[in-house]
């Protein structure tokens, strides 16, 4: 597949220079196609009967399967998720931490992870996202290193593993900016979220769980998908592997959905989305102060001229789609393997002067 044919799967970027990947990926045509067939069918056949439930079970298991070959992962510890929030609540809620129990964190995390922390009960260390800082912190009460592997705010990326192998500590890492972005191994580490709408660009509120050890994790939150078999009680039986922890049902054109987005990525993606993410850092340089960590990923933030709001408002108009955040007076570009030198031309002219 070449870039030309690559790029035309989205017919967004026609007019739009999509520049957002970090919060939804654009949508492509052929993901569009199997959602729309999948809910006519159900419009046509119901959605009910043997048939129809066998083969939405089916299809779960051919995404449990694509979505661990992405990460070189068993597909027997990964568990299907709504979100990179819902792969962290499983995990923390899982642990049963409490107020004798320590979670390292770093300043620079998005509450889809940090909520998860806040409500544990233990106590939460928060530090500046430096691997010197993070294993300083760490105590005979740490129980758990809570990270991104790529920060949501700059576009830094923490090396996870490192971490992990240096403290002996446990790692759940927030992979909602790192996976189907740049090149990600699950080996190594205990936990890792993954979002779907993202990077994958598949439809919304779908995501997975990798868990290197199911068995060691507590079921908090049991759904149907939990049990293999259960008694009037409540009492049940685990599902092998980490499909206990899959909290709900998925609709089958999501699930369509997210496998023809997988089938459309092109195996240089990772290469050229690198690629442009540096070009992007080069002329953006030129004209507005870069955030360039030494360790770096698809997602580059800059300082803008104003109030970042307004000027991500201001982009928006122009048909150049970025995002803020918040609190830190960084605008972030996502740059994908669909992005083009024209993109980023647009964002440089739709640039105050």
């Known amino acids: 597949m070449t870039f030309e044919e690559a790029r035309a799967q989205f017919p967004v970027l026609e007019r739009i220079a999509y520049l957002n990947a970090g919060t939804f990926g654009p949508l492509s045509r052929s993901t569009c196609d199997a959602v729309r067939a999948e809910l006519e069918r159900d419009f046509d056949e119901g959605r009910s009967g043997m048939p129809y439930f066998l083969r939405v079970l089916e299809l779960r298991e051919q995404v449990r399967a694509r979505l661990a070959s992405l990460v070189a992962a068993d597909p027997l510890h990964v568990a299907l998720t709504s979100s990179t929030t819902d792969g962290c609540n499983i995990v923390v809620a899982g642990l049963g931490l409490g107020p004798d129990d320590e979670v390292v964190t770093t300043t620079a995390e998005h509450f889809g992870l940090l909520g998860a922390l806040g409500a544990s009960g233990a106590r939460v260390v ?16 740490t129980r ?8 949501w705010t ?13 403290t ?10 790192s996976v189907g972005a740049i090149p990600v191994a699950a080996g190594g580490l205990d936990f890792l979220t993954i979002s779907g709408q993202k990077w994958l660009c598949g439809p ?7 868990v290197a050890d199911p068995e060691r994790l507590r079921v908090a939150a049991p759904s149907y998908f939990a049990q293999a078999g259960y008694e009037m009680d409540g009492t049940f ?17 999501s699930l369509v959905g997210l496998l023809a987005a997988l089938d459309g990525r092109p195996a240089w993606g990772f290469d050229h989305a690198a690629a442009v993410a540096e070009r992007c850092r080069e002329l953006l340089s030129s004209r507005v102060e870069v955030v360039s960590p030494d360790e770096r990923s698809t997602l580059v ?12 408002e201001s982009l928006h108009h122009e048909g150049v789609h970025v995002r803020d955040i918040p609190g830190t007076g960084l605008i972030r570009v996502s740059c994908g393997w669909w992005t083009s030198d024209g993109d980023l ?9």
């Open 144 to 151: 758990l290193l809570a990270l991104s592997q790529v920060l």
């Open 168 to 177: 002996g500590i446990p790692v759940l890492v927030d992979g909602a900016q």
């Open 126 to 141: 928060v530090v500046e996202p430096e691997p010197d800082a993070i294993m300083a912190a760490v105590t005979p009460r």
């Open 345 to 353: 031309e647009r964002l440089l002219a739709a640039l105050p002067a």
């Open 301 to 312: 933030a800059f300082r803008g001229p104003g109030e970042t709001a307004e000027l991500v």
């Open 154 to 166: 700059t576009g830094r990326v923490l090396p996870v593993r490192e971490l992990r192998a240096e």
């Open 237 to 253: 039986a685990p599902r092998p592997g980490a499909a206990r922890f899959d909290p709900n049902w998925w609709a089958a054109s």
């Open 204 to 210: 919304d509120s779908t995501g997975g769980l990798v």
